[in-house]
């Protein structure tokens, strides 16, 4: 089992900047990929980055592509995903996610956080 607690969401206006992180309960952290998903009222959960276990290979969503960086440090076991050029679509409960490998469909993850919301105002 692995425990995702993420934390950093709040209030920002557009154009504005946040950083999320997430810390993980265990000590074999490198062994997983871990993701970052997003949900907004209303619609489906959706993939914004990952970053497999040595920090060799990043993905993005093409809507955060440019604005978001998702970075990982394994000796403190945590990822982070910096936000910039905050827009109001950005509006979304944030997930930290982890898996053995790579996927950009929610379905297939391992382990989830509980959440941290982002909202952004226009």
């Known amino acids: 089992q692995v425990q995702l607690v993420e934390s950093g969401g709040g209030l920002v206006q557009a154009g504005g900047s946040l950083r999320l992180s997430c810390a993980a309960s265990?000590?074999?952290?490198?062994?997983?990929?871990m993701e970052w998903f997003r949900q907004a009222p209303g619609k489906e959960r959706e993939f914004v980055a990952a970053?497999?276990?040595?920090?060799?290979?990043?993905y993005y969503a093409d809507s955060v592509k440019g604005r978001f960086t998702i970075s990982r440090d394994n000796a403190k076991n945590t990822v982070s995903l910096q936000m910039n050029s905050l827009k109001p679509e950005d509006t979304a409960v944030y997930y930290c996610?982890?898996?053995?490998?790579?996927?950009?469909?929610?379905?297939?993850?391992?382990?989830w956080g509980k959440g941290t919301l982002v909202t952004v105002s226009s």
């Open positions: 996610a982890a898996n053995y490998k790579y996927d950009s469909d929610w379905a297939y993850m391992d382990y």
């Open positions: 265990r000590r074999t952290f490198s062994s997983y990929v």
């Open positions: 970053v497999t276990e040595s920090a060799y290979r990043i």
